[in-house]
């Protein structure tokens, strides 16, 4: 399933074909040990992720 990631700066990571597991990522996130996160070949810092959506959900937002 393809995903887009988006950060507070206002930029995005499209995701192709990725195997996400949101139980392990969410476990990930809310670790406070934990400061970045690689997605998708980057490292980023947790804490500017926004949100994870898969394409399909911001296609349908875009059409309605």
Do not use: C, R, W
């Amino acid at each position: 399933m393809d995903y887009q990631v988006q950060l507070n700066n206002g930029q995005s990571i499209n995701l192709t074909n990725a195997e996400f597991d949101a139980a392990a990522f969410t476990a990930i996130l809310n670790d406070q040990k934990v400061n970045f996160v690689n997605i998708g070949g980057a490292i980023i810092n947790k804490h500017i992720i926004v949100s994870v959506l898969p394409v399909t959900a911001i296609q349908s937002e875009t059409q309605a």
